[in-house]
Each structure stands twice: as C-alpha cells, then as structure tokens.
C-alpha cells in the first residue's frame, strides 16, 4: 500500500538485542514475501523472502514470520549490530510474474 | 565489480532541462527497472523490460522515456524537467520477468530539480 503524508516509522534498539520490524500487506492474493535493507546512500539489498505457503523462514541472524489470516509478515534480527541500521522494506507480488509492491520503509537504529 | 552501476550519482539541474541517466548491469540478467524514490522512503516502479522490450510501464509522464540498446542496459530519459521529478532513481534487474522477487538494485541518482 501506499504511505500518505505519514513519517517514516522508526524503530530504536539497543545492540545486541533482537528487533522486530513489522509491516501489514492488503493484498490477500499476494504468494510472495520479501524483505530489503537499504543503507543509507545504497540501493535496496535483498535480504529474505517467504512464499505463502510457509508461515517462517530463518536466515542468518533474520526470521521472517507470515501471518496470513491477519495479513502480516514480521522481520527479527537476532543480535541487532549497528551495521543492522537502516531502512527495512518489506513487499509482496501476486505472482511470480507479477510487479513486486514496495511497503513503506521502517528505519532501524541501533544504539551501541 | 559493481552488479548494477548507474549514473550520475548526483544529478542538479533546471526546471525545463532534458536529462538522462544511465544503467548498466553484468549480472547477466534478463529484465531490468526503473524506480522512483520520494522524500519519504517511498519507492514505486516505473518501467520493466525484459530482454530490450517493455514489460511494465506505470502511470508515468510521458516525459519519461526509457530506452534499453540491449538487455545489460536501461537507460532513462526525461524531458522538460519539473520540481516535482526530484527524487531518487534506482536502476534495478532480476534474473527473469519469472523470478523478478529478487532485485539487484543501482546505488542510486539523486536528482534535483532547481
């Protein structure tokens, strides 16, 4: 969906804890799950991504926890380091043929 | 090697200037995009081409133009400049049109519009 006239969401966390960046999608057709980080400066990166027919998957350090019935899908990061600062993105697509949709961003800090 | 190269990474121009910025990619993929970037974080597709020919086209002004000499290229071009183009510009690509999830993004051109 798109952000209107609202402030990027921020989220402060203190390093070494774990985060938690959530982000709520509308569209109940969507079968595809991802999450980016972009620093400051950079394009967006990949980081991890869900198909619908999973309800979590683990990476390295990251979780990515879908909710359907709600229509939610949460990033952790275990052990939050300061080079996890940055902007999180999730977004979703229908299909893998379909145009990914980006969510508005949620900008981590992490204190040291 | 950078994956995705673009430029110029700073672009500072007049209102009614024409102006392009380039895109290049080595990864040997298929399909390339154009996004735009707002003051909030905001990032929307503009354009998607797979292997040269144009995939996706959002409502954008037809004073973009993209054009793609041939699939490690995407370049955009904009006419007549106005205020409200200022933004960033990210060049993205993916493998194929099938598995565009995973995009491999430029650093980025900041564009202001003076």
């Known amino acids: 969906g798109e952000s209107v006239g609202l402030h990027l969401p921020t989220l402060s966390v203190q390093e070494g804890d774990n985060s938690i960046i959530n982000c709520a999608y509308s569209n109940s057709a969507s079968d595809y799950f991802i999450w980016y980080k972009q620093e400051s400066g950079k394009g967006p990166q990949f980081i991890i991504d869900?198909?619908?027919?999973?309800d979590k998957r683990q990476g390295q350090r990251v979780t990515v926890l879908l909710n359907k019935t709600v229509k939610h899908l949460s990033l952790q990061i275990a052990a939050t380091q300061p080079g996890d600062s940055a902007v999180y993105f999730c977004?979703?697509?229908?299909?893998?043929?379909?145009?990914?949709?980006f969510g508005p961003g949620t900008s981590l800090s992490v204190i040291p | 090697d950078t994956a995705v190269s673009q430029t110029p990474k700073y672009l500072v121009t007049q209102m009614g200037n024409d102006k392009s910025i380039k895109c290049e990619q080595n990864l040997g993929h298929d399909t390339m995009y154009w996004y735009k970037q707002d003051s909030k974080k905001f990032l929307k597709i503009m354009f998607s081409?797979?292997?040269?020919?144009?995939?996706i086209n959002e409502t954008v002004p037809n004073r973009f133009s993209p054009k793609s000499p041939d699939k490690a290229h995407l370049n955009l071009h904009i006419n007549s400049l106005e205020l409200g183009d200022s933004a960033v510009y990210f060049c993205?690509?993916?493998?194929?049109?099938?598995?565009?999830?995973?995009?491999?993004f430029g650093s980025g051109t900041q564009l202001s519009v003076l």
């Open positions: 081409y797979n292997n040269k020919e144009l995939i």
């Open positions: 977004a979703d697509s229908k299909t893998s043929y379909d145009k990914v949709i």
């Open positions: 869900i198909r619908s027919n999973m």
């Open positions: 993205a690509s993916s493998k194929t049109e099938v598995y565009n999830e995973k995009l491999f």
